[in-house]
């Protein structure tokens, strides 16, 4: 099936830093890619997502960057803050099924 | 405007049994998947229902089974449980729009134990 790398899995950063997590993938029908947050014992919250006719999108301090030859995508957070600190996953898509990155456990310390 | 809800909200079971997830979509969604998320790990793609059908599956065993319900809501059956069937299930719904790849919401999921 299809497989989508995450790296890293744990990243610290002193709050007011940037924080870059980066998926690869290698289904090039992908057209869809959405970032999730996940805080401890809640559900998946979609921050951010990027279709494939799009390289860039921009959203306040979080940003989606796509390179669709390279067949990788990453999450960029600007300014981070505590309240950022939590799990992130990337997707991707093969038709209606979406596969999901193994995440990253960001944290911010203050 | 009503998220996605799940119910049970926990649940403990013992191995061989069967056990029934249910999920009520976001209001004005269509389309529900199921998600098997491990401790640590990403959620796994179950399959998805669409027009009361499965219209996808994964890499998951005939043991999980689903339906939806005309109002869009879903139930994922899972029989002869396993100890490795212990996970988190998560319900997202989203909208077709006639193209693949939309934005999916999650529930809160069912925390599944099996003893």
């Known amino acids: 099936g299809e497989n989508v790398e995450q790296h890293p899995s744990t990243l610290s950063v002193q709050e007011g830093d940037s924080a870059v997590i980066k998926c690869t993938y290698s289904?090039?029908?992908?057209?869809?890619f959405p970032w999730y947050k996940q805080e401890l014992g809640k559900r998946p919250q979609l921050i951010i997502d990027i279709r494939s006719n799009v390289g860039e999108k921009k959203d306040q301090r979080i940003a989606v960057t796509l390179n669709k030859t390279a067949k990788h995508f990453s999450l960029h957070i600007t300014e981070t803050q505590p309240e950022d600190s939590a799990v992130y996953f990337c997707a991707m898509n093969t038709g209606n099924q979406f596969y999901f990155g193994t995440g990253t456990s960001l944290t911010v310390i203050p | 405007d009503a998220g996605v809800t799940q119910s049970p909200t926990h649940l403990i079971k013992t191995r061989g049994q069967q056990v029934t997830l249910r999920c009520s979509p976001k209001s004005g969604h269509d389309t529900v998947s199921w998600y098997q998320q491990a401790l640590g790990q990403g959620p796994q793609f179950i399959f998805q229902y669409y027009e009361e059908e499965e219209r996808q599956r994964g890499n998951f065993p005939d043991r999980f089974s689903g339906h939806q319900f005309p109002n869009y809501s879903s139930e994922l059956n899972v029989n002869a449980l396993l100890l490795g069937d212990s996970a988190l299930y998560l319900c997202?719904?989203?909208?077709?729009?006639?193209?693949?790849?939309?934005?999916?919401?999650f529930g809160d999921g069912t925390r599944l134990s099996i003893l």
């Open positions: 997202a719904s989203s909208l077709d729009k006639g193209s693949v790849g939309q934005p999916q919401h």
């Open positions: 289904d090039s029908a992908s057209n869809y």
